[in-house]
């Protein structure tokens, strides 16, 4: 008689719904000029802004409650083109999110930065750099976006790292217990990039073994990784 075969339990990589409401914004001391500058819309310093922080600092987490509150439509900087700036300004505010250096139109950005003057249109910018480390060959849009105010947001303290692993894993919803935070909060990179990833591989490796999320388990991956 042949030994039974006891199959393997597979992962699926199921969609994990993100909150970007503002009651589930995490303040801290990292991002609160950002929270600050969402908070005084429209009374801004500039019409166009910018927002700038490394990955996972929460700059698209604060277009979208600025979004929310103003009505402005988003795009990536990378789909933008001249044709689409009118259409992208319809509501007259609009975030352009994910500003790198060659990934974007520059004549797309600079008509958009001119008719969102003419129209009194306003405008947030995201990137993980400030305009004046962008490498950008036309020469008036290099002058016009060096001249837009930056707002900077800043890797997380202590707390804030902590809350965003709880945050994560309520995402997913994981139970995880004290345990498991502080050995994260104490091992992994201080941003919120490398703790979203460690969740997720959490999260997956979990359903993967059929264990629950353990110190134990967080000890495993992350000794393996």
């Known amino acids: 008689m042949a030994g039974r075969v006891h199959p393997r339990q597979l ?20 991002n609160a000029a950002g929270l600050a500058l969402i908070d005084s819309w429209p009374e801004w310093p500039n ?42 300004l319809a509501t007259g505010a609009l975030v352009v999110e994910d500003i790198r250096a060659r990934y974007f139109d520059e004549r797309a950005l600079f008509h958009l930065m001119n008719l969102a003057r003419e129209d009194g249109a306003y405008v947030l910018f995201t990137g993980r750099e400030v305009p004046a480390a ?35 894993c309520a995402d997913r919803q994981l139970a995880v217990d ?35 999320v353990t110190r134990a388990l967080a000890a495993e991956l992350l000794r393996d990784a």
């Open 11 to 30: 992962a699926f990589a199921l969609p994990h719904a993100e909150s970007l409401s503002r009651d589930n914004f995490l303040e801290g001391p990292a």
């Open 178 to 212: 004290e345990s498991v935070v502080s050995y994260l909060a104490t091992r992994l990179e201080r941003s919120s990039a490398a703790a979203r990833h460690a969740v997720e591989l959490l999260d997956t490796e979990a359903l993967r073994l059929g264990r629950p």
């Open 134 to 168: 962008l490498e950008i060959e036309l020469r008036d849009l290099r002058s016009r976006l060096r001249a837009v105010p930056v707002v900077a947001l800043l890797p997380p303290d202590d707390q804030l790292f902590r809350g965003l692993i709880v945050k994560f």
């Open 47 to 88: 019409r166009i802004m910018w927002l700038a922080g490394p990955e996972g600092s929460g700059k698209s987490h604060l277009a979208a409650i600025w979004a929310e509150i103003s009505g402005a439509r988003s795009t990536a900087a990378n789909v933008l083109t001249a044709a689409g700036v009118p259409g992208a």
